[in-house]
């Protein structure tokens, strides 16, 4: 998490309070003492809706694995899939609210691997879509391509 004023990734919590449905932490930037506040509920309490109607919380260890099966053996370190993540992550809480639809989820880890593996991203998509059959696994290649 970086400060929202300067971008610095050091920070003091100065403060914490567990409300009902979140965890709110008052936080300092180090470098330019400025104070921002961080919830911490969103992403714990996110329900994710599947395509069957089905509701599980949402795991952000399910979705890392998810991402790293993807990329496998492809020059992506753990460190980049560690900050897409991330970057999932803050983009649901961004959203602020308490469920969301797995196909929401998917197409923003399409996004970030369209920019940074082709393999990897038509890996994700032939399991995150059910491409089961060649020629959509083609179609979407030629898409990607034509981008
Ligand atoms: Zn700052």
Redesign the pocket.
Known sequence: M???????AQ?KVIDTRDASDAIRRRRQ??????R?TTYEHVAANLLVTKSDGRREPFDRQKLQSGIQVAAAKRPISSDTIEHVVSQIVEALQGMGRSEVASTVIGNMVLDHLAHLDQVAYIRFASVYLNMNDVAEVRTEIDRLMGR
């Open positions: 970086e400060c929202p004023h300067c971008g610095h920070h930037c180090e470098k330019c003492n400025q921002f």
